[in-house]
């Protein structure tokens, strides 16, 4: 068990490097200092580094859905309605992990390939929050 949780904190860790280096290709892209190949690299990582995100933090919204709830209306809607988002949140959010973990190398020839879900990983913000 402690070998599979240091291999996912690596690969989160690899994941996140490259998708910090990411956000610097568009200004590279326009200042001609990056190739094609680059540019669909770093959109393959950008992909696999968000789906491991949501596979490992897709467990999240289970807290995050209800804590939104309670603030905007109140602890038993956060406690019913709250609890439900965050269940339905959470299998679409691990499923898009999924999705994005399997087919990454697909956004080498697809490009700019978007995210499956609105917002990319649970630590973005979004309108698309039913509790927002």
């Known amino acids: ?3 599979i949780a240091l291999i ?3 690969l989160t860790l690899s994941a996140s490097t490259m998708l910090y280096a990411q956000s610097d290709a568009s200004t590279l892209k326009q200042a001609g200092e990056i190739t094609e190949l680059q540019e669909k690299t770093g959109w393959a990582a950008e992909k696999f580094g968000r789906g491991l ?3 490992l933090t897709g467990w999240l919204e ?3 859905q ?3 709830r309670s603030q905007q ?3 038993a809607a956060g406690m ?3 609890l439900g988002e965050g269940l339905i949140w959470t299998l679409l959010r691990t499923g898009a992990g999924v999705w994005d973990v399997v087919t990454w190398p697909g956004a080498m020839i697809i490009p700019d390939a978007k995210p499956v879900i609105d917002p990319p990983t649970i630590f973005d913000e979004s309108d698309s ?3 927002n």
Do not use: E, H, I, V
Request: with cysteine.
């Open 62 to 64: 289970l807290f995050n």
């Open 1 to 3: 068990m402690k070998r």
């Open 80 to 82: 019913t309605t709250g």
């Open 129 to 131: 929050y039913p509790s």
């Open 73 to 75: 209306d109140g602890l």
């Open 8 to 10: 996912a904190m690596c």
């Open 66 to 68: 209800p804590s939104q």
């Open 53 to 55: 995100t949501n596979l």
